[in-house]
């Protein structure tokens, strides 16, 4: 069995470097600046990401046209599947400002409209490509906290808390946006990563090959692709949902820090300088501009439109930029001023609004569909419906999670944990800031995998190290495997208000657990 990273027992990486170590003859002197390698079953971790990901692509994928409403989309579908279909029609942008609410960047929408194309204007167009990039996220998540954890076996763990995620399975199976940013924030955050552990390799060749300090400020390590690819990434969670733009900071300030960590630990003389004489520019190219200009490319179909919404808002020049920019321009200022005057009319609220505290836990969940005249539950009445609700065997823990997350990264300088915490506030903290705004539960989508990341963290040290003696690990595997059990079961108990099965009215008041999911 693979061992973790960070034992309980032991320091993290970024610790251990700074403590002076004598070298064995022989020894790699880089081998304190790469930490632990990744595991050597390199096509047993493919297999297992594989195979959770076909299991999750079937979850996700069976009865998927279910429900609609009259065969019409259900909640907020309504929204942005008929826009995808103005968009199938149009050839990629919208004309008709449905409800006055086309309010959000094209991509997602477009993406929903390859499923339209593929089935038609019913449940499965309206849900496939969410269900794709759903599935992928299991084959993701297994693969970023295999690199996390240096484990296999946590990897998977990792493919089947994502699976039983409650929020993840709907939003999977619903014709919105959210799932869309979820992905690729959650690719995003495993391109830094592997540009974490890139940039460090590259450091390594330069400590053997003895030129590190030929500079005081380190030496320039080239083009890097998996950054770039990182700032791709976010610039497409940007044309999906304007949130985007948080993990576009988080993840540019953290890899500014771990390019300074990375140089001090390398032995350079001035590596916070160095960082910022070596790496700031060409990360805020990366991470800044190359997000921008993908941004500004997701809006092609737009641009090259006659009739877009807004298309011609501006007619006139706009000092270097042709009318077209400054259309888009204040077009976007026009949306954010929706978004910023959408609050909740005094005496009026909406009947599943929730506020971010409340988040973390899922304390108000919101009902999709709703349908008390099926049948097929054995008896005379039965009910029918979607409720988007965060499994609570992992939902329940986010505050020790957090907490946790916070000590080790504080207290032991754990850059995993690090990178786990800060991906998470990102999508939360930011809500704070107008809290007078109509607010939803799925606002907490794309947070989701960054709560299972910061679970998979701690059981990594439940389970402990290949170094543990075998009654230790015994009894770390066995707290594991219950733990991962009861995930499982949570999800089954779940299953008919996930996916809208016909149940009795009896099984649907013993599915609401707490009088806030009433």
Same mark, same amino acid.
């Given at each position: 069995?693979?061992?973790?990273?960070?034992?309980?027992?032991?320091?993290?990486?970024?610790?251990? $470097?700074?403590?002076?170590?004598?070298?064995?003859?022989?020894?790699?002197?880089?081998?304190?600046?790469? %930490?632990?390698?990744?595991?050597?079953?390199?096509?047993?971790? *493919?297999?297992?990401?594989?195979?959770?990901?076909?299991?999750?692509?079937?979850?996700?994928?069976?009865?998927?046209?279910?429900?609609?409403?009259?065969?019409?989309?259900?909640?907020?579908?309504?929204?942005?599947?008929?826009?995808?279909?103005?968009?199938?029609?149009?050839?990629?942008?919208?004309?008709?400002?449905?409800?006055?609410?086309?309010?959000?960047?094209?991509?997602?929408?477009?993406?929903?409209?390859?499923? $339209?194309?593929?089935?038609?204007?019913? %449940?499965?167009?309206?849900?496939? &490509?969410?269900? =794709?990039?759903?599935?992928?996220?299991?084959?993701?998540?297994?693969? !970023?906290?295999?690199?996390?954890?240096?484990?296999?076996?946590?990897?998977?763990?990792?493919? !089947?808390?994502?699976?039983?995620?409650?929020?993840?399975?709907?939003?999977?199976?619903?014709?919105?946006?959210?799932?869309?940013?979820?992905?690729?924030?959650?690719?995003?955050?495993?391109?830094?990563?592997?540009?974490?552990?890139?940039?460090?390799?590259?450091?390594?060749?330069?400590?053997?090959?003895?030129?590190?300090?030929?500079?005081?400020?380190?030496?320039?390590?080239?083009?890097?692709?998996?950054?770039?690819?990182?700032?791709?990434?976010?610039?497409?969670?940007?044309?999906?949902?304007?949130?985007?733009?948080?993990?576009?900071?988080?993840?540019?300030?953290?890899?500014?820090?771990?390019?300074?960590?990375?140089?001090?630990?390398?032995?350079?003389?001035?590596?916070?300088?160095?960082? !910022?004489?070596?790496?700031?520019?060409?990360?805020?190219?990366?991470?800044?501009?190359?997000?921008?200009?993908?941004?500004?490319?997701?809006?092609?179909?737009?641009?090259?439109?006659?009739?877009?919404?807004?298309?011609?808002?501006?007619? &006139?020049?706009?000092?270097?930029?042709?009318?077209?920019?400054? /259309?888009?321009?204040?077009? /976007?200022?026009?949306?954010?001023?929706?978004?910023?005057?959408?609050?909740?009319?005094?005496?009026?609220?909406?009947?599943?609004?929730?506020?971010?505290? &409340? *988040?973390?836990? @899922?304390?108000?969940?919101?009902?999709?569909?709703?349908?008390?005249?099926?049948?097929?539950?054995?008896?005379?009445?039965?009910?029918?419906?979607?409720?988007? =609700?965060?499994?609570?065997?992992?939902?329940?823990?986010?505050?020790?999670?957090?907490?946790?997350?916070?000590?080790?990264?504080?207290?032991?300088?754990?850059?995993?944990?690090?990178?786990?915490?800060?991906?998470?506030?990102?999508?939360?903290?930011?809500?704070?800031?107008?809290?007078?705004?109509?607010?939803?539960?799925?606002?907490?989508?794309?947070?989701?995998?960054?709560?299972?990341?910061?679970?998979?963290?701690?059981?990594?040290?439940?389970?402990? &190290?290949?170094?543990?003696?075998?009654?230790?690990?015994?009894?770390?595997?066995?707290?594991?495997?219950?733990?991962? @059990?009861?995930?499982?079961?949570?999800?089954?108990?779940?299953?008919? =208000?996930?996916?809208?099965? /016909?149940?009795?009215?009896?099984?649907?008041?013993?599915?609401?657990?707490?009088? /806030?999911?009433?």
């Amino acid at each position: 069995m693979t061992a973790l990273v960070t034992g309980s027992d032991r320091r993290s990486d970024d610790q251990a $470097e700074e403590a002076p170590r004598a070298q064995a003859p022989g020894a790699d002197p880089a081998a304190h600046l790469l %930490g632990r390698p990744m595991p050597a079953d390199r096509l047993r971790g *493919w297999l297992v990401a594989g195979v959770l990901a076909v299991i999750g692509g079937i979850v996700r994928l069976q009865n998927l046209g279910f429900p609609t409403h009259n065969g019409t989309p259900v909640f907020d579908e309504k929204h942005y599947t008929p826009q995808a279909w103005q968009m199938l029609r149009n050839g990629g942008y919208e004309d008709n400002p449905g409800y006055e609410l086309t309010v959000h960047p094209p991509l997602a929408k477009q993406l929903i409209s390859i499923g $339209e194309w593929l089935f038609g204007y019913n %449940g499965w167009g309206w849900r496939f &490509t969410a269900a =794709i990039l759903g599935t992928l996220m299991v084959l993701m998540i297994v693969r !970023i906290a295999r690199r996390l954890t240096r484990s296999t076996l946590l990897g998977a763990v990792a493919g !089947i808390l994502l699976i039983c995620d409650g929020v993840l399975h709907l939003m999977s199976r619903s014709g919105m946006l959210d799932i869309f940013i979820a992905f690729f924030v959650l690719a995003a955050f495993g391109c830094v990563l592997l540009d974490r552990d890139q940039m460090r390799q590259r450091l390594a060749v330069t400590i053997r090959e003895g030129w590190v300090n030929d500079s005081i400020y380190g030496p320039r390590l080239g083009f890097r692709w998996w950054r770039f690819a990182a700032g791709v990434s976010l610039g497409l969670a940007c044309a999906s949902k304007w949130g985007g733009l948080y993990w576009v900071a988080a993840f540019g300030l953290m890899t500014v820090i771990w390019d300074a960590t990375a140089r001090r630990s390398a032995g350079v003389a001035h590596p916070w300088v160095g960082a !910022i004489r070596r790496d700031l520019l060409p990360g805020l190219w990366a991470l800044l501009l190359v997000p921008v200009l993908v941004y500004l490319g997701t809006w092609w179909a737009w641009f090259g439109s006659e009739t877009g919404v807004d298309r011609h808002l501006v007619t &006139t020049w706009w000092g270097p930029f042709g009318p077209a920019l400054r /259309s888009l321009f204040d077009y /976007s200022a026009n949306v954010l001023n929706f978004h910023e005057s959408l609050v909740t009319k005094p005496n009026e609220p909406h009947p599943w609004e929730s506020k971010p505290w &409340t *988040w973390p836990m @899922g304390l108000r969940p919101m009902l999709f569909y709703w349908d008390s005249a099926t049948t097929g539950c054995g008896e005379s009445q039965c009910v029918s419906a979607t409720m988007l =609700i965060g499994t609570p065997a992992m939902w329940w823990l986010a505050f020790p999670m957090l907490a946790w997350g916070l000590w080790r990264m504080v207290g032991r300088l754990d850059w995993r944990y690090t990178a786990v915490v800060v991906a998470y506030h990102a999508g939360l903290l930011p809500w704070f800031l107008n809290l007078d705004r109509q607010m939803y539960f799925f606002y907490m989508t794309p947070v989701s995998a960054f709560l299972i990341l910061g679970l998979v963290l701690p059981l990594g040290q439940i389970l402990g &190290t290949a170094k543990d003696g075998y009654e230790r690990r015994g009894t770390g595997l066995l707290v594991v495997a219950i733990y991962v @059990g009861l995930v499982v079961a949570n999800f089954v108990w779940l299953w008919p =208000i996930l996916n809208g099965d /016909s149940i009795t009215n009896a099984r649907w008041q013993a599915e609401l657990w707490l009088p /806030s999911w009433r």
